[in-house]
């Protein structure tokens, strides 16, 4: 009985570190990071909340504000918020789907008078489900690349 008595004592020490350990780990995962086409991000600075609208298909193949070649089938967008070459969480809070762009143009002033915030491109807009709308809903955050 003493050897039994023995084993039971061990078992539920045993239990009862890693049931410690799982707490420990809960209570240090980082919440503001994430992962979005196997990159890392690590959220920083205040939503802003507004109306997201994709781009026109006239803009395929011209140049952005930086100077790169605009394509529907990139992760990039138009704001006036942020600077431009900064990385943005865009979320859709009707069905939580976001994705990150960078943002490599600016939008023109009357898309910012109807209450737009941010210009996506159509990849960017059907990854979140606003695409068939033509608009919707959104928050938008910086983020920051960080090395994997």
Do not use: W
């Not at 039994?4 to 209570?27: G, M, P, R, W």
């Amino acid at each position: 009985m003493n050897i039994i008595y023995k084993y039971l004592l061990l078992v539920c020490f045993s239990l009862s570190v890693k049931h410690e350990q799982a707490q420990q780990n809960d209570s240090i995962v980082d919440t503001t990071i994430l992962k979005f086409n196997a990159e890392v991000y690590k959220m920083v600075g205040d939503e802003i909340q507004g109306i997201a609208s994709y781009y026109g298909l006239k803009f395929e193949g011209r140049k952005t504000a930086t100077g790169a070649i605009f394509s529907h089938a990139k992760y990039t967008g138009a704001c006036n918020h942020f600077p431009l070459g900064v990385y943005v969480k865009v979320v859709n809070p009707k069905n939580h789907l976001f994705v990150i762009v960078k943002i490599n143009d600016r939008m023109a002033i009357s898309m910012s008078k109807k209450g737009r915030i941010i210009d996506l491109t159509g990849l960017a807009a059907k990854e979140i489900g606003i695409f068939e709308q033509g608009v919707g809903k959104v928050l938008v955050q910086k983020v920051e690349k960080l090395a994997n």
